[in-house]
């Protein structure tokens, strides 16, 4: 039995830095104090991006030292919030970054495939066309269970801003929150259909499963704060109600099981 936390877009900046009431340092904090304390052990932590707020080096410093405390090993996923090169040196550990931070690793018998979808400076993302090739390579039929993670979405989500984006008056819009080549990504990934036990992504700050061609889609809730995700909702809005919230995702041969798990809001911020 694989199990791991999923965990998505901490935002960490300065240490008191808030929106709609949400604090993103004391949030995190929060989440690896419940993470800790969970009365059963995991393989990993996935964190699927956005770490920080603007990439910069004291807010991956602060970042470092919120999550030294977790008692599992984490993963990290570069998010357009994030500066690669940093992420790979000062997070994981990656001695010479690489333009696109793309890994792979094996735990109980399941591969994890790692894919970097951005390096814009908006929220925009994709795959270059090296990392499709890779992601056709790695999607055979014949081979171990296989999960993939990605920091944008690579699926229609039923909810207008994110799919097709966004207006705010006086400004140029705001493209898809998708990745933009995800029909691409699914044509890739299709032979290795029946060896994917799911596709796990963040970017949107809102729990959301789908389930296309036979494939698990999971974007984890943010540690931060949350986004309505409605059916014909055109912009994106803040749901300061909802706390911060974490998924425990446990794989075997049979199924994928996905809780979540919600913090208590802390009474003492307001909204
Ligand atoms: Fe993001």
């Known amino acids: ?3 791991f936390i999923h965990l998505s877009d901490s935002h960490i900046s300065t240490p008191d830095f ?7 340092a004391p949030n995190l904090e929060a989440v690896v104090s419940a993470i800790n304390a969970l009365p059963f052990e995991v393989d990993f932590v996935l964190h699927t991006g956005d770490v920080v707020q603007n990439g910069a080096p004291e807010e991956y410093a602060l970042a470092r030292a919120l999550l030294a405390p977790l008692r599992f090993p984490i993963r ?12 790979q040196r000062e997070l994981a550990g990656v001695q010479t970054p690489s333009a696109r931070y793309d890994y792979t690793f094996s735990a109980k018998g399941v591969q994890i495939a790692v894919f970097d979808s951005a390096n814009r400076r908006d929220h925009t993302g994709n795959l270059t066309d090296s990392q499709l090739d890779a992601l056709r390579r790695l999607c055979t039929p014949e081979g171990a269970p296989l999960i993939l993670v990605l920091h944008h979405p690579p699926l229609p989500l039923d909810t207008p801003w994110i799919d097709q984006g966004w207006q705010v008056p006086d400004r140029p819009p705001f493209g898809t ?18 060896r994917l036990r799911g596709v796990f992504f963040g970017h949107i700050h809102h729990a959301h499963q789908a389930w296309r061609d036979g494939v698990l889609y999971c974007a984890a809730p943010s540690t931060f704060g949350q986004l309505a995700s409605r059916p014909e909702q055109s912009a ?34 307001p909204i």
């Open 177 to 194: 929150m998708l990745l933009e080549n995800w029909r691409a990504f699914q044509a890739a990934i299709a032979p290795a259909r029946r």
């Open 1 to 3: 039995m694989l199990r």
């Open 18 to 24: 808030a929106n709609y009431g949400h604090r993103s």
């Open 236 to 269: 994106p809005q803040p749901t300061p109600e909802q706390p911060a919230a974490f998924y425990v995702v446990s794989v075997n041969e049979a199924q994928v099981t996905v809780r979540q798990v919600s913090l208590p809001r802390p009474t003492s911020q």
């Open 76 to 87: 990290y996923v570069n998010g357009n919030h994030d500066a690669s090169d940093l992420l």
